[in-house]
């Protein structure tokens, strides 16, 4: 039986997934100046009025728990994100056949207010170098035609992106579906959320000290450099940290740490 909370997330219950619920497990003020301070930026605020997930830890219900709490965000699914225009917008793009088909899940989601515009932050989480992955979306010869026809559309899309960056950057973009498939989905869609007139800011985050882990990283300088290798030839080193202007709307790649300690909220 699932006795704690960390045994109702299953195989997630080690390295960045747990430390992402911890997060957001709190009072909603409390949240929102977490969100907040951990962006770092000027113009950048989440309000304990905005919508975020997952919203915490899992509930104990009876013998059982309610999972939905510790849920991660697709934000063309989810309402509280964007509207439904841009929802459709962001599936048709992505998508060709949209019945059972999956969108990318984020480890955190939070809409805020990006230079007095509401916009999005979206957290992609990492607690050791081995959730860096270099794996394609992949070609399965038992791919339906949907599948198939999804397959492409998404290397479609990708390749969109890569274009759209580096007339914003003026440099290097090969994201790939077939290789590094996470990083490229991850700024594909933020770039698509700005070209949507959504202000973005990714914000790739590092959880140290992940003593769980056979390789934690140690210091925040240790998480950069690991992604930062991890992204090189792929992504424009030049973008990190820096406002990327897509058609006049805010687009920031960022990089954080923070240390939560699981052994500190290990009850039920």
Known sequence: METTWLHALGKDQRGSRPRCVLLVDATRHAVAARLTDLVGLANVTVSPNHFWMPRGKPV???????????????????????????????????????PRANTPNWDVASACEIEGKEGLLLVEAKAHGNELSKAGKGKKKSFTENQWKNH?????????ANVGLGSVT?????????????????????????????PVVLLYLG??????????????????CALKDHARGIVDDSCWGNRLDVNGTPFW??????????SLSTGG
């Not at 959880?207 to 950069?224: H, Q, S, Y």
């Not at 790649?253 to 699981?262: E, F, G, K, N, V």
Request: glycine share 6%; aromatic share 12%; no cysteine.
């Open 60 to 98: 104990r219900m009876g013998r059982g728990w309610d999972k939905k709490p510790a849920a991660e965000a697709r934000v063309d699914r989810d309402d509280g994100f964007v509207g439904p225009e841009v929802q459709r917008h962001l599936r048709d793009w992505w998508l060709s056949v949209v």
């Open 152 to 160: 492409e559309r998404i290397g479609s899309a990708i390749e969109q």
């Open 170 to 198: 003026q440099g290097t973009w090969r994201l790939s579906r077939d290789h590094h498939y996470q990083l490229a989905n991850r700024f594909a869609w933020s770039w698509k959320l700005a070209v949507l007139g959504v």
């Open 207 to 224: 959880f140290l000290n992940a003593e769980e882990m056979k390789a934690p990283f140690r210091t925040e300088d240790d998480w950069a």
């Open 253 to 262: 790649p960022l990089i954080r740490s923070r240390a939560i300690d699981l």
